[in-house]
């Protein structure tokens, strides 16, 4: 069965450090995001991104923050300069076509900022 | 705004046991509903969903849940609990919409008692 996949599995950084976080995302799929999840809170949205483009970001997701899908399979979140506070677990997800609803999430990707 | 409750933080079954989880959600339609469950160390998997017609529907590993719109909830059940399904599982809500961002509830930890 296909899955997202994400890489890496956990990265530490030092505060003010550049991050990016790989997500390769279902075959097909025209839909793409990221969650995060930062320890013993709720699973929050943070960008979808469809056709080349954000087509919605929360509050978290500043101009620290950035996306991109730099070719066919790979799809990055990219944080400019690390905080504490953005220690989290970073989910990015996936969904097929516009009649199809589901999202599909991948393992995530644990970062740890020192 | 929309959001999500799960009330239980924390459930305790032994196995062979019912389950029942919680969810209840604030919309201003009727939105798609989604449970996804996280067993340590892994991402989210989709146990089940809801987007219209029959209220009781069927998931994966022997879950059901049932919508209830007076009640604006969506509670997830399991007749027999085994051993495995310890883990922390997440309601959430999306729109009926292009984007379909998810709200997520807090989750709920199950622990199985031999």
């Known amino acids: 069965e296909p899955e997202v996949t994400q890489t890496p599995s956990h990265q530490v950084t030092q505060m003010g450090q550049e991050v990016i976080l790989r997500c390769v995302p279902i075959?097909?799929?025209?839909?793409f995001y990221w969650y995060r999840q930062i320890l013993g809170q709720k699973v929050e949205f943070l960008v979808s991104?469809?056709?080349?483009?954000?087509?919605?970001k929360s509050e978290i997701f500043d101009d620290q923050f950035s996306v991109e899908r730099p070719d066919g399979s790979n799809f990055t979140l990219k944080i400019r300069s690390t905080k504490l506070e953005d220690s989290a677990m970073y989910f990015c997800?996936?969904?097929?076509?516009?009649?199809?609803?589901?999202?599909?999430f991948g393992p995530g990707t644990r970062l740890t900022v020192l | 705004a929309q959001s999500v409750t799960q009330p239980d933080i924390h459930i305790t079954v032994s196995e062979g046991a019912s389950l029942e989880l919680r969810c209840n959600y604030s919309?201003?339609?009727?939105?798609?509903l989604f449970w996804y469950v996280q067993s340590p160390g892994q991402g989210l998997q989709l146990l089940l969903k809801?987007?219209?017609?029959?209220?009781l529907v069927q998931g994966i590993k022997g879950f059901e849940a049932e919508f209830k719109r007076s009640q604006s909830s969506f509670n997830l059940r399991k007749p027999s609990v085994h051993w495995s399904d310890a883990a922390e599982y997440f309601c959430?809500?999306?729109?009926?919409?292009?984007?379909?961002?998810?709200?997520f509830g807090g989750g709920t930890r199950v622990l199985v008692k031999p």
């Open positions: 991104f469809y056709n080349n483009e954000i087509s919605e």
């Open positions: 959430a809500v999306g729109p009926k919409a292009a984007g379909n961002k998810l709200t």
């Open positions: 997800a996936s969904r097929g076509t516009p009649s199809t609803d589901t999202q599909y």
């Open positions: 919309y201003g339609a009727t939105p798609y």
């Open positions: 075959s097909n799929h025209l839909y």
């Open positions: 809801y987007f219209s017609g029959d209220t």
